[in-house]
């Protein structure tokens, strides 16, 4: 059989300026020195992008004279749609355009993930999946026939290798039962989660029994998708078993990790796909009056967390020295600043939980449990309006962590769990590439911040 290589060399080979002999699955060099050997999908394939935008079922021209690679290359039957799924999978990682970090979670499932999949049937058929579901959340559809298919296909093959003494512990199949519980939650299947979850867990038990470490495959990224996936089901389903593994007595201080994040951030060395713009890692973040409103709130729960077991006048007083305007102007969604709108915006829900949470004197005729529910439901809207006049990149050139803050604090409020799937959904491309797949705090904090608020809403809602 003849050796088949790739265009462009491998990323280890290409980080190390070394020359590299381009084979796949696994370079010459790669092979010698027993290091895992991936290939970039955002460099490569991003030629290939356009295979599939045809309406119609025929196969356009190009894929004619580039899919013969794929299809020597797929671990299963080709299929006419395989590029445009390969396409939305992409997009459903980086949506931002934005060139990231090597040790982001988005740099490794456009490399080291696609890389095994091209060698396993069932990681394959999961990022068929991935790519479809995407495409039915983007565009508000049910679950399309091929989605199902290929979540079926990964079920079955799951099933299979459960059976199997090595393969059911094998890290592409962990990989694959994260990836299907993660979805499941984004698609609104709490029953299909939780099972997932469950056979995630003893997988990672059992792995750990026998010795090996149950998250460190995949180059370290199997442990960012097993966090992420406790992530997305607290925040879309609420309390449940996935809160047992934050720190204990995380909801008793108000948490800071997030707001010291924000305060702290310097725009990082993003490259821009589209303009090739650099940004300088002095680069200015938010303005001074959109960060006043993350100096208020940190130096609110600072104070909450001094006063301790305090008196509630007195934590009463800590909140009216404190608080913003909880009643936005109209005006605001016509600023010229729109990021500044939506911080404001999040900030107004933040004041008003905790004017109902601490019974503040100041404005009593918004605390019955109905018109704050009324006055939540609306600033969410608000806020989802304010959220889609601004582009992911614009976040990116600004402050991305403000941006989660942001989302995560609508999910928090939110009553109805398809608008919290929205919220997640919204950032997801931004968080995947603040994420580094060897550092779990930024995910710790995201967590907690939501949990907490989270708490606060259904206390002063029910």
Not at 235 to 241: A, H, K, M, Q, S
Not at 422 to 430: G, L, P, T
Request: net charge neutral; glycine share 4%.
């Amino acid at each position: 059989m003849a050796t088949q290589t790739m265009h462009l060399a491998c990323e280890p080979c290409r980080f190390s300026k070394r020359k590299c002999d381009r084979v796949i699955p696994a370079c010459g060099r790669c092979t010698r020195v027993v290091r895992v050997c991936y290939y970039d999908l955002q460099r490569v394939p991003a030629r290939l992008a356009h295979w599939s935008s045809e309406p119609d079922r025929t196969i356009p021209d190009c894929v004619n004279t580039l899919s013969p690679r794929l299809q020597s290359r797929c671990p299963i039957p080709f299929r006419w749609y395989m590029p445009r799924l390969l396409k939305h999978y992409n997009e459903s990682i980086e949506s931002s355009r934005v060139e990231s970090n090597c040790k982001s979670a988005a740099y490794k499932l456009q490399s080291v993930w696609f890389q095994h999949a091209l060698n396993d049937q069932c990681l394959f058929h999961v990022t068929l999946y991935i790519g479809s579901s995407y495409f039915d959340i983007k565009t508000g559809n049910t679950p399309s026939t091929i989605t199902l298919h290929h979540q079926n296909e990964v079920i079955r093959i799951i099933n299979e290798r459960l059976s199997h003494p090595v393969e059911a512990l094998d890290d592409c199949t962990v990989a694959a039962v994260a990836l299907l519980a993660l979805f499941s939650s984004l698609s609104s299947d709490q029953a299909a989660s939780q099972v997932h979850t469950a056979g995630l867990r003893r997988l990672i038990r059992l792995k750990g029994e026998q010795g090996h470490n149950g998250q460190a495959g995949l180059d370290g990224l199997l442990a960012t998708l097993i966090q992420m996936n406790d992530v997305v089901q607290s925040i879309i389903f609420g309390p449940g078993d996935s809160d047992t593994l934050l720190p204990q007595g995380y909801h008793v201080v108000p948490p800071l990790g997030l707001e010291c994040r924000v305060m702290e951030y310097r725009a990082l060395p993003y490259r821009l796909i589209e303009s090739s713009e650099r940004l300088s890692p002095m680069s200015s973040t938010l303005s001074d009056s959109t960060m006043n409103l993350f100096r208020e709130i940190y130096a609110f729960k600072i104070e909450i967390s001094r006063l301790g077991n305090a008196t509630a006048y007195a934590r009463r007083l800590a909140l009216r020295g404190r608080r913003q305007e909880i009643h936005p102007p109209a005006s605001l969604l016509s600023d010229d600043d729109p990021i500044h709108c939506c911080c404001v915006l999040a900030a107004s829900i933040f004041w008003l939980l905790m004017e109902a949470h601490y019974h503040s004197e100041v404005d009593a005729e918004i605390l019955s449990a109905e018109s704050v529910a009324e006055t939540l439901d609306r600033s969410t809207r608000q806020l989802k309006t304010a959220l889609s006049l601004v582009d992911a990149t614009a976040w990116l050139k600004s402050n991305p962590i403000a941006y989660c803050w942001v989302c995560m604090v609508g999910a928090a409020v939110a009553r109805s769990t398809s608008v919290r799937v929205w919220f997640w959904v919204r950032q997801a491309a931004v968080l995947r590439i603040l994420t580094a797949v060897d550092d779990s705090t930024f995910l710790d904090d995201l967590w907690v911040h939501v949990v907490w608020l989270r708490r606060l809403a259904a206390a002063v809602i029910s």
